[in-house]
């Protein structure tokens, strides 16, 4: 069989517990979005952002929120500065790099780092791995002995 697939459960979609009547319940809220009801009480509400109960937002997880890969173009021992609001994550190439990050340009700590290997012979290198980091919002990030770089970002 080939070509099979199911339709989406229409909206409001509920499930009950049988002896106490206690319902769990996904309607609609209004264009585009959802909710997820408890007892008849919003709990959650979702479309491209999530709000909680009191509509306070809640951020989508990273690599959920619209981010796509980027490859961008980074110097070593340069400070970049994460001011998209959100985490990104950074990848990068290099027999020995690293990425480090600080909260003001000043205190560094090491997060991420590649390694490598080289002939004992020749020295010449015979392959790089990729290393990665998370950077939160509002954080600096520089590279050491890096190249190859690309950003998880919006």
């Known amino acids: 069989m080939s070509g099979f697939s199911a339709p989406p459960p229409s909206l409001p979609l509920s499930l009950a517990d049988a002896p106490t009547g206690e319902e769990l319940s996904l309607e609609h809220v209004g264009a585009g979005l959802a909710g997820i009801f408890w007892r008849g009480v919003k709990m959650l509400e979702f479309g491209m952002s999530l709000t909680d109960m009191n509509g306070n937002e809640i951020q989508a997880p990273l690599g959920m929120a619209g981010e796509t890969w980027q490859s961008v173009s980074r110097s070593n021992n340069t400070n970049y500065h994460n001011t998209t609001g959100r985490p990104i994550v950074v990848t990068f190439t290099g027999n020995g790099a690293n ?56």
Do not use: K, M
């Open 99 to 154: 990425v480090r990050v600080s909260t003001d340009a000043a205190n560094w700590v090491t997060v991420g780092a590649s390694g490598g290997g080289t002939t004992s012979h020749t020295g010449t290198t015979i392959y790089q791995a990729r290393g990665s980091a998370i950077i939160p919002p509002n954080h600096y990030y520089r590279f050491s002995s890096a190249s190859d770089f690309a950003e998880l970002r919006q």
